[in-house]
Nanobody, 122 residues
Framework: VQLQASGGGLVQVGGSLRLFCAAS????????VGWFRQSPGKEREFVAA????????FYADSVQGRFTVSRDNAKNTVSLQMDSLTPEDTAVYYC????????????????WGQGTQVTVSS
């Protein structure tokens, strides 16, 4: 499966962005999807994950209550709605897909998109 993340950009503190992960190739509905982020000098960080049907979601503590992950398997897309953004959310955001249950561990995922830059200015 091929993934492409989009929707990043520059936003002010307190603003919102919606990221998209578009998939092509094999049946997208058979994959769990995770969102991760990485900023310069820091390790890759888990953000959110969603199960194959969309019924299971979980989030990193740092984004709980501010970010919402959802998916539309008919359109082969996963979205990450990000609200109340802070400068600490600045990073390159990646979507990834893997079989089975969703995971917060980046090494569990087999397929990765190219990343989209999110910059939150103060």
């Amino acid at each position: 499966v091929q993934l492409q993340a989009s929707g990043g950009g520059l936003v002010q503190v307190g603003g919102s962005l919606r990221l998209f992960c578009a998939a092509s190739g094999r049946s997208f509905g058979s994959y769990a999807v995770g969102w991760f982020r990485q900023s310069p000098g820091k390790e890759r960080e888990f953000v959110a994950a969603i199960g194959q049907s969309g019924g299971t979601t979980f989030y990193a503590d740092s984004v709980q209550g501010r970010f919402t992950v959802s998916r539309d398997n008919a359109k082969n897309t996963v979205s990450l709605q990000m609200d109340s953004l802070t400068p600490e959310d600045t990073a390159v955001y990646y979507c990834a897909a893997g079989p089975g249950a969703p995971s917060s561990s980046w090494f569990w995922y087999d397929y990765w998109g190219q990343g989209t830059q999110v910059t939150v200015s103060s």
